[in-house]
């Protein structure tokens, strides 16, 4: 049994303004995203071959999607370093109080220039009170890797994440489930 289907590239062809609507997060090239669904999918059958459907289709799916992907845009496009795993700031207070009391007697022995022995020159009697609160404040910074890791892995990790965490492939892929007939 032999049939026609319409592709998304064919359909462009008819209606080019089926895109229209299409909303993508700020920053991100929208016609880039739909050069590449015109290309990837030019020999899959859509999902909705009238023009005009296709049209509101689309938009109303970007539409709800576009708040994920903006999410997504920006978990992605966050500036870190990927050697520092752990970056952290504590403030400790420390409060003392204090209520010392001393007591005691001073004497001060001298010596005369022509004798060795040693006489009392006078007596003080001692009496201080410290009382009080000492409050001390201590900030710690702390920032670096939490684990041994080596430059090689985690450079490995990070071009894993570009590849797999592709927001454009995000997209072109939610388009790919949701509006072409996978069925081969």
């Known amino acids: 049994m032999t049939g026609s289907s319409i592709s998304i590239y064919g359909l462009y062809q008819w209606d080019p303004t089926i ?54 845009c920006k978990v992605l496009q966050t500036d870190y370093d990927p050697f520092i795993n752990i970056r952290r700031d504590e403030v400790r207070t420390i409060e003392q109080n204090r209520n010392l009391r001393s007591t005691g007697t001073n004497t001060d022995q001298v010596s005369a220039f022509n004798t060795s022995d040693f ?18 404040k201590e900030t710690f910074h702390l920032e670096g890797d939490s684990a041994i890791t080596d430059v090689q892995d985690v450079l490995r990790k990070e071009m894993e994440v570009r590849i797999k965490y592709d927001i454009y492939q995000v997209i072109i892929e939610e388009f790919k489930k949701r509006f072409l007939v996978l069925v081969y």
């Open 19 to 72: 895109f229209d609507g299409f909303t993508v997060p700020d920053g991100l090239d929208r016609d880039a995203i739909i050069e590449n669904i015109l290309i990837e999918f030019a020999g899959i059958e859509v999902l909705y071959p009238d023009s005009s459907f296709m049209k509101q289709a689309i938009t109303a799916w970007s539409r709800i999607r576009l708040d994920d992907w903006t999410r997504m």
């Open 119 to 136: 006489s009392n020159r006078s007596k003080q009697n001692l009496n201080s009170t410290d009382s009080g609160s000492v409050v001390t």
